[in-house]
T-cell receptor
Framework: QQQVKQSPQSLIVQKGGISIINCAYENTAFDYFPWYQQFPGKGPALLIAIRPDVSEKKEGRFTISFNKSAKQFSLHIMDSQPGDSATYFCAAAHGGSQGNLIFGKGTKLSVKP | EPEVTQTPSHQVTQMGQEVILRCVPISNHLYFYWYRQILGQKVEFLVSFYNNEISEKSEIFDDQFSVERPDGSNFTLKIRSTKLEDSAMYFC??????????????FGPGTRLTVL
């Protein structure tokens, strides 16, 4: 119930391509869905987040798509760049949890020049 | 830009020894967290802290762990008697808001703990 399942585990994309990472959850009490980006040796950094009252949120080249009925959400990185190469984690939390983020296992993205 | 800082960056200790990991959260933040990440695995929640007390803790956060805010700036995680399986990267995070709100948590760079 508390798990967030993330796929794929790793992803290789050509420069300029679209990177897509998917996550699924079971706990319907989750109401906050952030994506974090982590570079080697660094802490996770918030990339973009969505609440379940919207189906899509876009910030620059990054878009979250949210499907409440399917309990799934995904990150799309348009025009992927080598600088996007990092590990991406989806996460979920519910408002009453004081910010206890439940993370997915991560996706290692490599963007080839 | 304000950031969360953590010291040391790497701590090596012998099994059974006590370690204290230190964090300086962003100055106007009120909610503090510890997470850990075992090498190659996902980030796991340990504990959240607000108003000088623990708000929530995970199953991982057993009696060997404790947290403290000894002064107005530092936030510490103590492991009383380290085990081999405590080897991980430990991240401190802080946020300006918490319960009932949708808060952004800012993470520090982490402390890599190696237990021999």
């Amino acid at each position: 119930q508390q798990q967030v399942k993330q796929s794929p585990q790793s992803l290789i994309v050509q420069k300029g391509g679209i990177s897509i990472i998917n996550c699924a959850y079971e706990n319907t009490a989750f109401d906050y869905f952030p994506w974090y980006q982590q570079f080697p040796g660094k802490g996770p950094a918030l990339l973009i987040a969505i609440r379940p009252d919207v189906s899509e949120k876009k910030e620059g080249r990054f878009t979250i798509s949210f499907n409440k009925s399917a309990k799934q959400f995904s990150l799309h990185i348009m025009d992927s760049q080598p600088g996007d190469s990092a590990t991406y984690f989806c996460a979920a939390a519910h408002g009453g949890s004081q910010g206890n983020l439940i993370f997915g296992k991560g996706t290692k993205l490599s963007v080839k020049p | 830009e304000p950031e969360v800082t953590q010291t040391p960056s790497h701590q090596v200790t012998q099994m059974g020894q006590e370690v204290i990991l230190r964090c300086v959260p962003i100055s106007n933040h009120l909610y503090f967290y510890w997470y850990r990440q075992i090498l190659g695995q996902k980030v796991e929640f340990l504990v959240s802290f607000y108003n000088n007390e623990i708000s929530e803790k995970s199953e991982i956060f057993d009696d060997q762990f404790s947290v403290e805010r000894p002064d107005g700036s530092n936030f510490t995680l103590k492991i009383r008697s380290t085990k081999l399986e405590d080897s991980a990267m430990y991240f401190c995070a802080s946020s300006a808001r918490g319960k009932g709100s949708y808060n952004e948590q800012f993470f520090g760079p982490g402390t890599r703990l190696t237990v021999l």
